[in-house]
């Protein structure tokens, strides 16, 4: 059974893509080759993330909390919507070589940040409230399980 949290996991999961971001951000201008590559590896992991949430962390949360529609998952989905078009306008810029891009990566940073807060001070400790350890081992489990093909998309 797994000792980590939902919220340990994904918060930590938060911090490494903030880190791609940062790698990104700092290598643009000077070496676009190596800021690519941190951005392939951000976005390949923020779209398994959100993956992540949406199949299998908001199911179950919804399921054992009793919480359904308009609750925090559907908030969630619905600023996941948002982020996936800021990500998508951010990714359009990275295919064409394009290091002008401090708008995008500014929407797109602020709405992650904002829409993290909400997550790792409400959201996931609600979900540890709502299950034990084995429940969260086979959460774990089953993210594992997700098809690489449903996150790792590029064009870049």
Excluded at 5 to 24: G, P
Excluded at 80 to 98: F, M, Q, S, T, Y
Aim: with cysteine; charged share 40%.
């Amino acid at each position: 059974m797994s000792t980590t949290t939902v919220h340990q996991y994904f918060t930590a999961d938060h911090r490494r893509l903030d880190d791609l971001m940062r790698t990104f951000q700092s290598e643009k201008r000077r070496d676009f080759s190596k800021a690519k590559d941190a951005f392939r590896e951000f976005l390949f992991g923020l779209r398994r993330h959100i993956v992540w949430e949406e199949d299998i962390l908001f199911p179950s949360f919804e399921k054992r909390s009793g919480i359904g529609p308009g609750g925090p998952t559907d908030v969630m989905r619905a600023e996941h919507r948002l982020i996936g078009d800021a990500l998508d306008e951010l990714h359009e810029k990275v295919r064409r070589a394009d290091p002008e891009c401090d708008a995008e990566v500014g929407k797109l940073t602020e709405l992650l940040s904002v829409h993290n807060r909400k997550e790792e001070n409400v959201l996931y400790p609600m979900f540890d409230e709502a299950v034990d350890a084995e429940e969260r081992t086979r959460l774990f489990q089953e993210m594992e399980k997700i098809p690489r093909e449903r996150y790792a998309r590029c064009c870049v």
